[in-house]
């Protein structure tokens, strides 16, 4: 396993910017998980999709996100209109359909001021 | 979606001592139950899972117990180590999503 890649690792932006992160799954992980963790939090789960399809997204998630995974292979996240609650650690996450087991990536570090 | 409960928050334990951590959750239909280490920096990595259908699993010195009919588990770490220091955090899956718990945070004093 070359582990699961996120970029970037750390974000700053200014409220109501627009910001895009990227995830690399391991090649051979067929589902990918987008998790939001703050601080002294648990990963809070946001959305999954097996390949490209995207099957659950959280009923917390507003509007203004919205996740790709096109041709099944890497994802990406946006954020639009970020505001000062946005800012957390997101972190990415893949598996196979045979494994239980969840790979996260390292995160990015979200800085909304 | 606080499904699983965890405590403690925080724990500190002498080097060489038992830590143990306690999770709790609700929904029967969960089928599987790990832990994951989380260090500063770091995206939380898998230390040991276990399934409803066995009431202990040991790998090393990290031991899960389970009571299905409480709806319960734990995390036994024993001979704590400093390495050891480091966020846990109980999780349960339901199909392909795992919910995970707030955390404890370990301090393992040398």
């Known amino acids: 396993d070359t582990g699961v890649s996120q970029n970037p690792r750390h974000k700053i932006t ?3 910017q627009n910001v895009t992160f990227r995830c690399d ?5 067929n589902r990918l998980y987008w998790y939001r963790q703050t601080l002294g939090q648990g990963p809070e789960f946001l959305t999954y999709f097996q390949n490209e399809a995207q099957l659950e997204k959280s009923r917390l ?3 203004r996100f919205s996740a790709e995974r096109p041709k099944g292979s890497f994802s990406t996240l946006e954020i639009q209109r970020t505001e ?3 800012s957390a650690m997101y972190l990415c996450a893949s598996t196979s359909d045979t494994r239980r087991k969840l790979f996260f990536g390292s995160g990015t570090q979200l800085s909304v001021l | 979606q606080q499904q699983v409960k965890q405590s403690p928050q925080s724990l500190i334990v002498q080097k060489g ?17 790990p832990w994951y280490q989380q260090f500063p920096g770091k995206g939380p990595a898998l230390l040991i899972a276990i399934r409803p259908d066995v009431s ?4 090393g010195r990290f031991t899960i117990s389970f009571n299905k009919s409480a709806k319960q588990f734990s995390l036994h770490i024993m001979d704590s180590q400093p390495g050891d220091s480091a966020t846990y955090f109980c999780a349960a899956r339901r199909g392909f999503k795992t919910i995970f718990g707030a955390g404890t945070r370990l301090f393992v004093k040398a």
Not at chain 2, 17 to 33: K, L, Q, V
Not at chain 2, 56 to 59: F, G, Q, S
Request: charged share 30%; hydrophobic share 25%; aromatic share 12%.
């Open chain 1, 14 to 16: 200014k409220r109501g």
């Open chain 1, 25 to 29: 799954p391991i090649s051979e992980h």
């Open chain 1, 61 to 63: 998630l507003s509007d």
């Open chain 1, 84 to 86: 000062q609650g946005d």
């Open chain 2, 17 to 33: 001592g038992i830590s143990i951590i306690n999770c709790a959750y609700e929904n029967t239909a969960f089928d599987y139950f």
């Open chain 2, 56 to 59: 202990e699993k040991k790998e």
